[in-house]
């Protein structure tokens, strides 16, 4: 069930297309998306669109100074895992990853975009960047939300250098242009990820980054390689859920997964305990997420009738994803970061964008730093197929990523709910230790009364995530978005 009868719904109901349907972090992405597809693109152009409108509008969140992690299902069971992130500096390492140029790792958004484009769409690239670089370079309206983010990152950004952007003294709804940024994207339009890793602006970035005491060179900025693999798979529930390989942390969902596969019928006043224990103890071995299928053999320990107290993940809330799905059965789950509010704060202005502090991810032993290494990542699109179809979710929230993916997986699979519901449905999230519940939870008294120390958060909160969602149902193109955050759905 996906909600047959919208007007009588307070969730947003999911929409169905004819030639494809799109969920994505703005709702101007989404409308760029389907122009996309109606000059003749697919799922993969529109996701490039989507993401390359995202960066300019939501720099804050994502951008080509980010990353960015792709699953692509061509077919049935035809899934590949693109990770398009980047590696720390390979001459060396410092001795602590500080709050300036030490964060920095190489950008690997371009990187997947072209490997996007150029394995799977149907337009060139400049094609589906044009939309975006129309919008840096001829204005656009200025988020509140962005206002708001820049007042509270602004000693870091005036630190980064970003003085010279537009957004440092932008009010709310204002038109802003970004000549920089447009001449940045039109640069990759033109010459593609080469451009990019190759040409002055690799110099620009560099630069950048060793005026801030970093240590990354031209020389690793032009090493960069896009990894184009398969996912991690798991049976769960008669389905196939597929997730990113290392270094995505989309194995601690795989984990999950297999360890409610193993406990069997749940009751259904415990699947939402059941799913915080079994998160708890996934994160244990977040610092091994590269042994990737070898994690799947774990069995995860849990008390149906108590709360373990062993303790969540940590708390981040950024990133921003577009899912995608089309006609011809390409179904696309994507995010892309720049890892905390604005990255790094380092920004180039001769790109008008700001670099990510993804080496933030980098903890202990087997994942400290070391040189030219790819830190477990955060990012954790995920992909389900059915019998009867084939579903794309992901969602920002950094650590909270695997927790809202299970959420919904468990509300719509377990739980008989249908789609739009299970993501209007209130949330928890295990974070430091204690149990983030929005208000309204109907398990909220049943998980206090199991040991779990649970805090209530407004329902709305974004550190609930912010879900995008696309799919096909018995063929039919449909994309439900969530109403936390900025994210809009749109069918073609």
């Known amino acids: 069930m996906l909600l047959p009868d919208p007007f009588s719904s307070k969730p947003r109901p999911a929409v169905f297309g004819i030639r494809a349907a799109i969920s994505a972090a703005h709702?101007?992405?989404?409308?760029?998306?389907?122009?996309?597809?109606?000059?003749?693109?697919?799922?993969?152009?529109?996701?490039?669109?989507?993401?390359?409108?995202?960066?300019?509008?939501?720099?804050?969140?994502?951008?080509?100074?980010?990353?960015?992690?792709?699953?692509?299902?061509?077919?049935?069971?035809?899934?590949?895992?693109?990770?398009?992130?980047?590696?720390?500096?390979?001459?060396?390492?410092?001795?602590?990853?500080?709050?300036?140029?030490?964060?920095?790792?190489?950008?690997?958004?371009?990187?997947?975009?072209?490997?996007?484009?150029?394995?799977?769409?149907?337009?060139?690239?400049?094609?589906?960047?044009?939309?975006?670089?129309?919008?840096?370079?001829d204005g656009m309206r200025v988020r509140p939300r962005l206002v708001a983010t820049v007042a509270q990152q602004r000693e870091r950004l005036v630190r980064g250098g970003a003085e010279a952007s537009v957004f440092l003294t932008a009010k709310p709804h204002a038109l802003v242009r970004q000549p920089a940024l447009a001449a940045a994207l039109a640069g990759i339009a033109d010459g593609g990820a080469d451009w990019f890793y190759g040409g002055p602006l690799a110099d620009a970035v560099a630069g950048a980054v060793a005026d801030r005491g970093g240590l990354?060179?031209?020389?690793?900025?032009?090493?960069?390689?896009?990894?184009?693999?398969?996912?991690?798979?798991?049976?769960?529930?008669?389905?196939?859920?597929?997730?990113?390989?290392?270094?995505?942390?989309?194995?601690?969902?795989?984990?999950?997964?297999?360890?409610?596969?193993?406990?069997?019928?749940?009751?259904?006043?415990?699947?939402?305990?059941?799913?915080?224990?079994?998160?708890?103890?996934?994160?244990?071995y977040r610092d091994r997420c590269g042994e990737g299928a070898a994690l799947l053999e774990v069995d995860l320990p849990v008390d149906l009738d108590r709360a373990s107290g062993r303790g969540g993940p940590r708390g981040y809330l950024h990133t921003a994803g577009v899912a995608v799905a089309d006609a011809d059965g390409l179904v696309i789950s994507s995010l892309f970061s720049v890892f905390d509010n604005f990255g790094s704060a380092i920004y180039v202005p001769e790109g008008g964008f700001v670099l990510n502090n993804r080496a933030g991810g980098f903890t202990q032993a087997p994942n400290a730093i070391e040189p030219g290494k790819l830190p477990v990542h955060t990012l954790a699109p995920m992909l389900m197929e059915a019998d009867d179809g084939v579903l794309a979710l992901a969602t920002p929230g950094a650590d909270g990523q695997v927790q809202t993916l299970l959420q919904i997986l468990c509300a719509t699979v377990l739980q008989g709910l249908d789609l739009p519901a299970a993501v209007d449905r209130p949330r928890w999230r295990s974070e430091n230790g204690k149990l983030l519940v929005e208000a309204g939870h109907p398990a909220a008294e049943a998980l206090g009364a199991l040991g779990h120390q649970v805090v209530e958060m407004p329902y709305g909160d974004i550190r609930g995530g912010g879900v995008v969602a696309a799919g096909l149902q018995d063929g039919a193109p449909y994309a439900v978005s969530d109403f936390r955050r900025e994210n809009w759905s749109g069918a073609i």
């Not at 899934?79 to 001459?91: D, E, L």
């Not at 942390?249 to 749940?266: D, K, P």
């Open 216 to 284: 990354m060179t031209v020389g690793d900025i032009a090493s960069h390689k896009t990894v184009v693999t398969v996912p991690l798979s798991v049976r769960w529930a008669g389905r196939t859920v597929h997730v990113q390989p290392p270094m995505s942390q989309g194995v601690l969902l795989a984990m999950a997964l297999n360890g409610l596969e193993r406990l069997g019928a749940v009751p259904p006043d415990r699947v939402d305990h059941a799913a915080v224990e079994l998160t708890e103890a996934a994160f244990a």
């Open 27 to 137: 709702p101007l992405a989404t409308a760029v998306a389907q122009g996309v597809i109606e000059r003749g693109g697919n799922a993969a152009d529109a996701v490039v669109a989507a993401q390359a409108v995202v960066s300019v509008l939501v720099p804050e969140a994502g951008g080509i100074g980010g990353d960015g992690f792709f699953l692509v299902r061509s077919g049935p069971g035809q899934v590949t895992a693109i990770n398009a992130a980047g590696a720390s500096p390979r001459a060396g390492t410092p001795d602590a990853v500080r709050d300036d140029g030490t964060s920095v790792n190489v950008p690997g958004l371009v990187g997947g975009w072209a490997a996007l484009a150029g394995r799977f769409g149907r337009l060139p690239l400049a094609e589906s960047l044009a939309p975006a670089i129309r919008i840096a370079r």
